[in-house]
């Protein structure tokens, strides 16, 4: 994927941008992150659980930063995004605390419609899943959420 994004970015900007590709081992990398030493980081993730939280703070919740500097420690720091907001951040702790579903998901619509606005990052790649099965065994597919339901596959 990387590879891919070089190519697409330097033929689209030729003699603009230069793309280097470095690869990194995890440990690396995160230690990397977390000294600025990378200008931009192309991770995979996939969600353990199925909340909004779970896609939301990861991303974009910081607990040290600036405007001016962005994230400097912190999930959004952390997982390479840099974002920085304290409206956001307080976004995020509302709703992490919010036993309300209603008010909680207000105030998602609220922050939502931040994101949307600043657009703090741009997924670049969305890969699609297949799932095999011979004929006679039922049930068998992904959930929306990436869940594999064994309980569901039936012979």
């Known amino acids: 994927m990387a590879n891919t994004l070089k190519q697409s970015i330097e033929q689209a900007l030729p003699g603009l941008v230069t793309v280097v590709v470095n690869n990194a081992e995890r440990a690396t990398l995160s230690e990397g992150v977390d000294n600025g030493l990378y200008q931009t980081v192309l991770l995979n993730w996939y969600p353990d659980f199925y909340d909004p939280d779970n896609f939301i703070q990861p991303f974009l919740s910081c607990d ?23 409206e956001a951040n307080d976004l995020i702790k509302q709703q992490r605390a919010e036993q309300d579903l209603d008010a909680r998901n207000a105030i998602f619509d609220t922050l939502q419609t931040k994101l949307v606005d600043e657009v703090p990052y741009i997924p670049l790649w969305q890969n699609k ?18 869940q594999f339901l064994l309980w569901q596959i039936s012979k």
């Open 129 to 146: 899943d297949y799932v095999f099965a011979q004929g006679q065994v039922e049930g068998v597919s992904i959930q929306p959420t990436q």
């Open 64 to 86: 040290q930063g600036s405007p001016e500097t962005l994230c400097e420690k912190g999930a959004s720091q952390g997982n390479g995004s840099f974002y920085f907001s304290s």
